[in-house]
């Protein structure tokens, strides 16, 4: 917890978890606050998630083919105008674009923050870090989605406060990914332990 790329595998799931509780509670209000019928607003949101079944797995593949950090920034810097998107889109298929578009990065940042931590790690701690990260970013950044987009609505009248800053965080995140190291330099009995525990 005292290297900075710990603290920027975080800050990335920070806006993860912000943008997806966001998504998941004021998506399909704010789309019909601007008008979208319920089930064109809640098809628009569901759509993500159906793209998302498949470009996961083909997240996946590239993984292993490429530098995961690269394709961590992919991910987080769609996923930040995607947000932008979706509380601009004035057309149905504006709408329709857009949940295509972020479908095709929404389920991949997850699974490649925790390979990213293996790879600087070592797999010994994963758990424990991985747990850790996902706490300090993705539940917290998660509960505070949820409470700005109500809050946020509430003070300001518009959502773009609330989507405005989950697409901030999100090109943020992308920028705190493709900045981490490919490797990291461990005092000597650290280096001895990540080296034990992959040869078991």
């Not at 209000?29 to 979208?36: A, G, I, N, S």
């Not at 759509?47 to 079944?53: K, L």
């Amino acid at each position: 917890m005292k290297t900075r790329a710990y603290w920027q595998i975080a800050l990335g799931l920070f806006a993860c978890g912000f943008g997806m509780n966001l998504l998941g509670s004021h998506g399909v209000p704010m789309l019909m606050d601007h008008h979208y019928e319920p089930m064109v607003a809640s098809f628009g949101v569901g759509m993500i998630g159906i793209v998302a079944i498949f470009s996961s797995l083909f997240l996946a593949q590239l993984a292993d083919r490429f530098p995961r950090k690269n394709i961590l920034f992919l991910v987080y810097f769609v996923r930040g105008l995607g947000f932008l998107g979706l509380v601009l889109a004035a057309t149905n298929w504006q709408l329709f674009f857009v949940a295509i578009t972020g479908g095709l990065v929404w389920a991949g940042s997850i699974a490649m923050s925790t390979a990213i931590l293996s790879d600087l790690y070592g797999v010994r701690l994963l758990g424990i870090l991985n747990g850790w990260a996902f706490f300090i970013g993705h539940q917290i950044g998660a509960a505070l989605g949820s409470f700005l987009g109500g809050w946020g609505y509430e003070v300001f009248g518009t959502h773009l406060f609330s989507f405005g800053i989950a697409g901030l965080l999100g090109i943020i995140a992308s920028f705190a990914s493709i900045t981490l190291p490919q490797h990291l330099s461990f005092p000597k009995q650290l280096e001895l332990d990540k080296q034990r525990a992959l040869t078991k």
